[in-house]
């Protein structure tokens, strides 16, 4: 039987993978809508958390880079995604109940979060922040048994330099992405304000903006996060499927 040919993996690509409606229940009694995106036919060797921008400002679980991921890397990195809307966070999926509550009772949503990857038995889940979704895993990710944190554009607004602090006591891995061009904090700031955090990996990416616009953008980041979670599958193919002495290399 003759193997399709190879297309290249651009913006609209959903590469194959187990595509689950979930809700998550927070403490304070509510509920979340969200989507876990699995493995076709294998489990996953990590899981990835992803905590969305600021809903305010037009975040949520489909925000590009979050969508992207749980489109490709189920399928590229053997990856579990799971995505899910903040309170009061509104997006094709549904909108989840409760009201933004300033990063603060988001720390709820959070726990909800690391709770169903308990409770589906989800391996080495590594929470993936992305602008407020940094400070919601600066602040909260060590309440939780995380593998490891990612962050993408950290603002760096509402974590406090007692926040930043407390991750040098923890042996959990971190890996910040700054955008060269970024909006809020550009590498020589970012540099100043992690100066407390000297064991965090912090990646300055040339020509980088805060919202990752464009499919090379989209690449690096993938890549970055794929090259933290689960280094025996970067760097990621570019073509599906998989020519099969790439496949036979990562997997």
Same mark, same amino acid.
């Given at each position: ?8 993996i651009?913006a ?6 187990? %595509?689950?409606e979930?809700q998550?229940?927070?403490a304070d009694?509510?509920t979340?809508?969200g989507e ?5 036919? !294998? ?10 921008p600021?809903?305010?400002a037009?975040?949520?679980?489909? #925000?590009h ?15 579990a ?5 903040t309170r ?9 109940d409760? #009201? ?9 949503d959070?726990a909800?979060?690391?709770a169903?990857?308990?409770? %589906? ?8 922040g992305?602008s ?12 939780h048994d995380?593998a490891?944190a990612v962050?993408?554009s950290?603002p ?10 407390r991750?040098?006591? #923890?042996p959990v ?9 970024d909006?809020?904090? %550009? ?14 990996? !912090? ?16 690449r ?6 794929v ?5 025996a599958?970067s760097?990621?193919p570019?073509t599906?499927?998989?020519p ?8």
């Amino acid at each position: 039987m003759t193997e399709p040919e190879p297309i290249e993996i651009r913006a609209g690509a959903e590469l194959p993978a187990n %595509r689950e409606e979930v809700q998550l229940h927070t403490a304070d009694g509510l509920t979340l809508v969200g989507e876990l995106a699995t493995p076709l036919d !294998r489990p996953p060797v990590a899981t990835l958390v992803t905590l969305h921008p600021l809903p305010t400002a037009g975040g949520f679980m489909d #925000s590009h880079i979050l969508r992207k991921a749980a489109a490709r890397l189920p399928a590229l990195a053997d990856l579990a995604v799971l995505r899910f809307n903040t309170r009061g966070t509104s997006s094709p999926r549904g909108t989840s109940d409760g #009201s933004f509550g300033e990063g603060i009772a988001e720390r709820e949503d959070v726990a909800a979060a690391m709770a169903f990857v308990a409770q %589906r038995g989800l391996p080495n889940p590594w929470l993936v922040g992305w602008s407020f979704g940094t400070e919601l895993a600066l602040k909260y990710g060590l309440e939780h048994d995380i593998a490891g944190a990612v962050l993408l554009s950290p603002p760096l607004h509402r974590t406090t330099e007692a926040e930043l602090q407390r991750w040098n006591g #923890s042996p959990v891995p971190l890996v910040a992405l700054i955008p060269e061009l970024d909006d809020y904090l %550009r590498p020589d700031a970012a540099a100043e304000r992690f100066a407390v955090l000297p064991r965090i990996r !912090r990646i300055d990416v040339e020509g980088g903006r805060h919202l990752w616009v464009g499919e090379s953008q989209t690449r690096r980041v993938l890549d970055e996060i794929v090259a933290a979670v689960n280094p025996a599958a970067s760097p990621l193919p570019t073509t599906w499927p998989v020519p099969a002495e790439q496949a036979r290399s990562s997997g």
